[in-house]
T-cell receptor
């Protein structure tokens, strides 16, 4: 079963607007960590932002923010004032620290295109 | 700034050959990983290696094997490549457990003819 699901395969937005990318996850752990990564056209994967499950406040880093809805097991990524260079594939991931595994569970990714 | 290094960047080979990819991290992490990314961008965990404990994704064919000399290095060997092995192989590292993120290398693109 897929532990992390990204239902949006691709999104196109106009530059300088706001975009939200959806992600839902499945876990039985009471404590877990949620991540968003960006993969650029060059193939480089970079970490963007993290949400700790025990924190109620939504994480924010620069023009990235999260919409964490714990009862819905949802962690949306919000990019405000989008720029052309935000065009990339975005991956949602979850880490369960208590499973004994070192794995991160990744979604299938959402391709974002920012149009001038 | 790159802290997870992979070589080579690109490798072309023929079916049945053996290949080996190198990965080194300079972040002081104790856990390293290998992922396979296919043409649809799907990331599939292959191995994780921590304190000499190897965790293998049971769906990975046995022709794949990780090789580690120390916690900063985790190489990937493919004993006899198949056409379906054509993909990008990404190495990553992290601290064991907890809230720390993974850091990825630039990837090695493999093309099997």
């Amino acid at each position: 079963a897929q532990k992390v699901t990204q239902t949006q395969t691709s999104i196109s937005v106009v530059e300088k607007t706001t975009v939200t990318m959806d992600c839902v996850y499945e876990t039985r752990d009471s404590s877990y960590f949620l991540f968003w990564y960006k993969q650029t056209a060059s193939g480089e994967i970079v970490f963007l932002i993290r949400q700790d499950s025990y924190k109620k406040e939504n994480a924010t880093v620069g023009h990235y923010s999260l919409n964490f809805q714990k009862p819905k097991s949802s962690i949306g990524l919000i990019i405000t004032a989008t720029q052309i260079e935000d065009s990339a594939v975005y991956f949602c991931a979850m880490r369960e620290p208590n499973t004994g595994y070192q794995n991160f569970y990744f979604g299938k990714g959402t391709s974002l295109t920012v149009i001038p | 700034e790159t802290a997870v290094f992979q070589t080579p960047n690109y490798h072309v080979t023929q079916v049945g050959n053996e290949v080996s990819f190198n990965c080194k991290q300079t972040l002081g992490h104790d856990t390293m990983y290998w992922y396979k990314q296919d043409s649809k961008k799907l990331l599939k965990i292959m191995f994780s290696y921590n304190n000499k404990q190897l965790i293998v994704n049971e769906t990975v064919p046995r022709r794949f094997s990780p090789q580690s000399s120390d916690k900063a290095h985790l190489n990937l060997r493919i004993k006899s490549v198949e056409p379906e092995d054509s993909a990008v192989y990404l190495c990553a590292s992290s601290h064991r457990g907890g809230r720390d993120t993974q850091y990825f290398g630039p990837g090695t693109r493999l093309l099997v003819l």
